[in-house]
């Protein structure tokens, strides 16, 4: 099984600044995909694992 594509969800919640949550979505070759969040989603690191 290989990993042919990666989402980056970089959300912005105005109602909530200081929360920015990163998402990812994770497609394989054999047509399994997930989804999961980035550990650093608080304040300024949300830029860091969006990248």
């Known amino acids: 099984m290989k990993v042919t594509?990666?989402?980056i969800f970089d959300?912005?919640?105005p109602e909530r600044p200081?929360?920015?949550p990163v998402f990812v979505r994770?497609?394989?070759?054999e047509g399994?995909?997930?989804?999961?969040?980035?550990?650093?989603?608080y304040d300024?690191?949300?830029s860091a694992a969006a990248i």
Do not use: K
């Open 44 to 46: 300024l690191g949300h």
């Open 32 to 41: 399994i995909s997930g989804v999961g969040e980035a550990g650093l989603a």
């Open 5 to 7: 594509s990666v989402e």
């Open 18 to 20: 200081p929360w920015n």
């Open 11 to 13: 959300i912005h919640c």
């Open 26 to 29: 994770i497609h394989t070759d």
